[in-house]
T-cell receptor
């Protein structure tokens, strides 16, 4: 089955860049996503990238995809304390029921002053 | 746009009772809704996929008679936890999509505590 792995924890200082990494195994992934989860809340879609793209930038967020190595990363520029949360990467592939996601284990980002 | 509302956000019930959780897409029609369960400090575990007007597809190991899913309209899916037990205590999250390659949008989750 599909497997998505992330490092569990990342700590950065405010103003620095954060890079959260993700690896996946499903070579038929169509889209890859980054979601943010704050304590006690649901998941907020941050950005997503189509599997035939290498990079996508959206304001402070940059997504890099290395499809050959099945490696996805999320870079947050000028990280702020409000960015502290758990970040999940997810890969999707189509099933009969639609766009099914497999989530990574989540990376807890802690932003220190 | 793409707002998903989940209700209630928090519920406490006694063991043996049933609890219904609602998931609504407020500004789009959701042909497919997904229900997830999340244990503390863990990732989301897909429980079932729900398509409007048809029976839900449950993941392996998820009891369909215990977790009843109804997707009666393009904007509403419900998850009923029947005869709840303390081990059912968890964070349940729904997501909705218009289908195809559209991304999933998530509700804010429901914290269920069974005493």
């Amino acid at each position: 089955g599909e497997d998505v792995e992330q490092s569990l924890f990342l700590s950065v200082r405010e103003g620095d860049s954060s890079v959260i990494n993700c690896t996946y195994t499903d070579s038929s992934s169509t889209y890859l996503y980054w979601y943010k989860q704050e304590p006690g809340a649901g998941l907020q879609l941050l950005t997503y990238i189509f599997s035939n793209m290498d990079m996508k930038q959206d304001q402070r967020l940059t997504v890099l995809l290395n499809k050959k190595d099945k490696h996805l990363s999320l870079r947050i520029a000028d990280t702020q304390t409000g960015d502290s949360a758990i970040y999940f990467c997810a890969e999707s592939h189509f099933t009969g029921g639609g766009n099914k996601l497999t989530f990574g284990t989540g990376t807890q980002l802690k932003v220190e002053l | 746009g793409a707002v998903v509302s989940q209700h209630p956000s928090r519920v406490i019930c006694k063991s043996g009772t049933s609890v219904k959780i609602e998931c609504r897409s407020l500004d789009f029609q959701a042909t497919t809704m997904f229900w997830y369960r999340q244990f503390p400090k863990q990732s989301l575990m897909l429980m079932a996929t729900s398509n409007e007007g048809s029976k839900a597809t449950y993941e392996q190991g998820v009891e369909k008679d215990k977790f009843l899913i109804n997707h009666a309209s393009l904007t509403l899916s419900t998850l009923t936890v029947t005869s709840a037990h303390p081990e059912d205590s968890s964070f349940y999250i729904c997501s909705a999509t218009t289908g195809g390659s559209s991304p999933l949008h998530f509700g804010n989750g429901t914290r269920l505590t069974v005493t």
